[in-house]
């Protein structure tokens, strides 16, 4: 199928996660540039999208139950018992 | 078939034999991301201590049936978002899941900006980040949890739509109109906060 010269609008933002991960041809890409280039609109509404994209994909600090160890002590002794008795529930 | 994970599929053969020890040092290692993903799509710590353990639990209990397909983490990640989901389900929490493009209204028939359009630079100084974890947090339940999983350090995007059970080009519509609905979202509060 062959792509239009110039994206609208609507194609460009709904491109621009692709455009940010990287999946676009180099001919879309192209297209997408240039439309921004000449779009003063398209252009904030990327910026706004590169910010949410970053900041949406940023991990976060990793914090555990303060008992965790204790928690997964229980969890692992309950599924030994489980096991030795022979009696295993469903996982789900 | 050979596994693609075959170091897990070791590590789970070792934890299937009653191996303690890897089990712990399994849970010890992804524990805090796992209980994160738990937190964050619950709002409720108590209800993720209970919905990890409960995982934990569902991990060892069907460790025997992992083949090595996907990694361990994203198997136990899998297992805990059925916990996950089972718990919304017992709140009665509706489990919204949104595949409509709430951008359409934005342009013309030619795929234009609207006319009365409007989009503003944002603050600098504004506090993006408060901003967008709060209107993460009003997305519909799968656009969440996909950029939840998205943002877990090292877990590919495959590795993410096998773990919420959709195809890999559904995942990355899902984050798409995520992104979209945050970006609105955050733009709406910018403006307030201005």
């Known amino acids: 199928m062959s792509e239009p010269l110039m994206p609208s609008c609507q194609n460009v933002s709904d491109a621009l996660s692709d455009y940010l991960e990287g999946y676009l041809s180099d001919r879309s890409r192209i297209s997408l540039e240039q439309h921004l280039e000449m779009c003063p609109l398209c252009l904030v509404y990327m910026d706004h999208f590169r910010q949410i994209y970053h900041v949406t994909g940023k991990p976060e600090p990793e914090q555990l139950p303060e008992d965790f160890t204790d928690v997964m002590g229980k969890v692992i002794r309950a599924w030994r018992d489980e096991q030795d008795s022979g009696n295993q529930p469903d996982a789900d | ?194």
């Open chain 2, 1 to 194: 078939m050979s596994a693609a994970h075959p170091d897990d599929l070791a590590l789970a053969q070792q934890i299937a034999a009653g191996d303690e020890a890897a089990a712990a040092t399994f849970f010890t290692n992804h524990g805090g991301e796992l209980f994160g993903f738990a937190r964050k799509m619950l709002s409720d710590a108590s209800a993720a201590e209970d919905v990890l353990q409960e995982a934990m639990l569902g991990v060892l209990r069907s460790i025997s049936k992992y083949d090595g397909r996907v990694s361990l983490r994203a198997w136990a990640f899998a297992i805990l978002r059925h916990k996950v989901v089972d718990q919304i389900r017992k709140q009665g929490r509706d489990m919204l899941v949104s595949t409509t493009d709430p951008e359409l209204e934005n342009y013309d028939n030619s795929g234009s900006w609207n006319a009365n359009q409007s989009i503003e630079p944002w603050d600098e100084q504004a506090e993006l980040l408060d901003i967008v974890r709060y209107c993460m947090e009003q997305l519909p339940h799968n656009q969440r949890e996909a950029l939840h999983l998205r943002a877990i350090e090292g877990m590919p995007a495959q590795e993410v739509a096998e773990v919420l059970e959709m195809s890999y080009s559904n995942l990355r519509q899902t984050l798409h109109r995520g992104r979209q609905s945050v970006r609105r979202c955050t733009d709406q509060h910018m403006g307030e906060d201005s």
